[in-house]
C-alpha cells in the first residue's frame, strides 16, 4: 500500500462530434466525421482528498473496426454503447495504485469482459467489437486516469512514473527476457523515458488519398474558408519538412500498386521542389504480402533514388492481426525500418512483431496512455525505434498525444493532421494552447503544457462549454 496511491470513484461522460473540412481518405476508409469521447474522471486518494481527470479520443470508426460487415452507424453506436459501459465499470472496478498500475490491471482483467459483455447483450457475438475498438473506447478512461494522478499530487504526470510515486517495477509487467538478457528488474519508465523532452517537435503533415497535390488535382469543390486545399500550399504555409503519405494497398486489384507507386513519385517530387526532408509510406494494414511493399521500394531504388533516400520509414503494410496471420515480414525491414502501427495493441503484441521481423513502434495515446508506456519501454529496452502517430486528434486528445511523443524520444517528432482535417474544431483549446494546433515552420511547440499537473489540459482556463453527459457514474 503506497500513500499516493489512487482509486476511481467517478466517471463523466461526453459524445462531441466533429466534421472535416474535407474528406480524408487513408487505406480503405474515409474520414468525414468524428465523435469524440471525453471522460472527467473523478479520484480519490489515500488521504480522502478528490481530483479531475480529463481524457479525450475519436472514436474513429474506420480505423478501429475495418472490413466489417455492419454499417458505419451500427459500428459507431456499439462503440459508444461500450464507452457508456466502461464508465461503470471504471467507477466501480475497485482497483487502487497509481495510474499505471491500475491501467494495466483494467485492461488485465476487465476490459475484455465488458466488451463481451455488450456484444452479449446486443446479440453480436458472431461479430464481436475488435480488442482495438476496445482499447480506443477505454482509452479517453485511461488517459484521464493518468491526468487526475498527476493533479491530485499537484506534478505533471510523466514526473510519476518512478518509485516512489510507483510501487512495481517493470519486472512486474515484463519478466525478464532470457533470449535478449534484457532485466527489468528495478527499472521504472522514468529509466526510458525522456528526462527533459523537447520544447518542439517535428510535425509530420499526412497527404490523404483524396488529397489534391497541386492547382491541376482540384475539382471545385474543395472548402473555401481560408485554409490550403493544395499539398503545396500547405507545405509553404507550414514550413513542413515530413510528408506521410497514405495508399491503397492491395484493395481492389493490381493496378493499386501503379497508384501508390506514382503517388509516392508525385509527393516525393513536390516535397523534394519545396524543402521537404522525409517521407513515409503509410498502407494502413491493406497490403497481404510482403512482395507487393518491396517491389514499390525497389523500384523507387532503381527509378527514384532521391526519392527512396527520403523514405525514413514504412507503416502498417499489413493485417494487423499479428496473431491470426503470424505473417513473416523481414523481407520489407531489410529494405526500410518497418513499423507496427494498428498491430501494436501492447508490448506482448510488439514482443510477437519483433519476433516476425518488425523493426520498429508506431505509438498511438488512442490505444491508452498505459499501453503506449508499457510499449515505450519494452521497445526502447529492445532497441526498437519509437514514432508517436495520430488519429486525426482534436480538443484535448491533441494534447496528451503531443505529451506522449514529447517524452517516449520519437526518431522524428509527431504526425499532427487534425490542423490540416478539422482546424476550426480545436479553437477553444487552441486559445491557450496555440502552438500545439498551429504548426510553424514544420514544428509543434509545446510550451504551453510544459510543467503544468496532469497531462497538462488546463482545462479550466480552455473556454469550452460541455453538453450534458450521456453518462455520469459515482460513487
Not at 3 to 24: C, K, N, S, W
Not at 221 to 237: A, C, F, M, Q, S
Not at 407 to 433: F, K, L, R, T
Request: proline share 6%.
Amino acid at each position: 500500500m503506497n500513500p499516493t496511491d489512487i482509486e476511481v470513484v467517478g466517471a463523466d461522460l461526453y459524445m462531441l462530434p466533429v466534421h472535416t473540412r474535407q474528406p480524408y481518405s487513408f487505406g480503405s476508409a474515409t474520414l468525414t466525421s468524428v465523435v469524440c469521447a471525453r471522460v472527467r474522471l473523478t479520484v480519490r486518494g489515500r488521504d480522502g482528498r478528490l481530483a479531475i481527470g480529463w481524457g479525450e479520443t475519436p472514436l474513429n470508426v474506420g480505423w478501429v473496426w475495418p472490413h466489417p460487415t455492419l454499417s458505419y452507424d451500427d459500428r459507431l453506436s456499439r462503440l459508444q454503447h461500450l464507452c457508456r459501459d466502461l464508465a461503470s465499470a471504471w467507477t466501480n472496478c475497485g482497483f487502487t495504485g497509481h495510474a499505471l498500475e491500475i491501467g494495466s490491471d483494467f485492461q488485465l482483467s476487465t476490459l475484455h469482459d465488458v466488451a463481451h459483455a455488450l456484444d452479449a447483450k446486443l446479440g453480436t457475438l458472431n461479430e464481436p467489437i475488435p480488442h482495438l475498438a476496445a482499447l480506443v473506447c477505454c482509452s479517453p478512461f485511461d488517459l484521464a486516469l493518468h491526468d487526475a494522478y498527476g493533479m491530485l499530487h499537484g506534478v505533471p504526470v510523466y514526473d510519476t512514473y518512478a518509485a516512489p510515486y510507483l510501487s512495481r517495477d517493470l519486472s512486474t509487467y515484463f519478466g525478464d527476457d532470457s533470449d535478449t538478457g534484457v532485466r527489468f528488474a528495478g527499472k521504472y519508465p522514468a529509466d526510458y523515458l525522456v528526462r527533459t523532452p523537447p520544447q518542439t517537435l517535428p510535425v509530420w503533415h499526412s497527404v490523404g488519398g483524396a488529397d489534391a497535390l497541386t492547382n491541376a488535382d482540384l475539382r471545385g469543390d474543395e472548402p473555401d474558408d481560408g485554409y490550403p486545399v493544395t499539398l503545396e500550399n500547405w507545405i509553404v504555409r507550414d514550413g513542413i519538412k515530413c510528408l506521410k503519405v497514405k495508399l491503397k494497398g492491395q484493395t481492389s486489384g493490381g493496378a493499386e500498386g501503379d497508384w501508390d507507386y506514382w503517388r509516392v513519385v508525385q509527393v516525393g517530387e513536390i516535397g523534394a521542389r519545396l524543402g521537404c526532408e522525409w517521407l513515409c509510406l503509410d498502407f494502413n494494414c491493406t497490403c497481404t504480402d510482403t512482395d507487393y511493399v518491396t517491389e514499390i521500394l525497389d523500384r523507387l531504388l532503381r527509378e527514384h533514388p532521391a526519392i527512396w533516400r527520403a523514405v525514413l520509414y514504412v507503416e502498417q503494410p499489413f493485417p494487423y492481426d499479428l496473431e491470426a496471420t503470424m505473417m513473416d515480414v523481414h523481407a520489407v525491414s531489410a529494405r526500410k525500418p518497418l513499423f507496427m502501427d494498428e498491430s501494436a495493441h501492447d508490448w506482448r503484441i510488439v514482443k510477437l512483431g519483433r519476433s516476425l521481423g518488425w523493426s520498429c513502434v508506431a505509438l498511438k495515446a488512442c490505444k491508452t496512455q498505459t499501453g503506449a508506456i508499457l510499449s515505450a519501454c519494452w521497445a526502447i529496452a529492445h532497441r526498437m525505434p519509437l514514432m508517436v502517430q495520430d488519429l486525426t486528434n482534436p480538443m484535448l486528445a491533441q494534447i496528451g498525444h503531443v505529451q506522449l511523443a514529447a517524452h517516449v524520444g520519437a526518431i522524428m517528432g509527431i504526425e499532427s493532421n487534425g490542423p490540416q482535417y478539422y482546424p476550426d474544431a480545436s479553437a477553444a483549446e487552441a486559445a491557450i494552447h496555440p502552438g500545439i494546433y498551429r504548426r510553424r515552420n514544420g514544428c509543434l511547440e509545446l510550451s504551453s503544457v510544459t510543467g503544468w499537473p496532469g497531462l497538462g489540459y488546463r482545462v479550466d482556463e480552455i473556454g469550452r462549454s460541455l453538453p450534458e453527459p450521456i453518462a455520469s457514474v459515482h460513487r
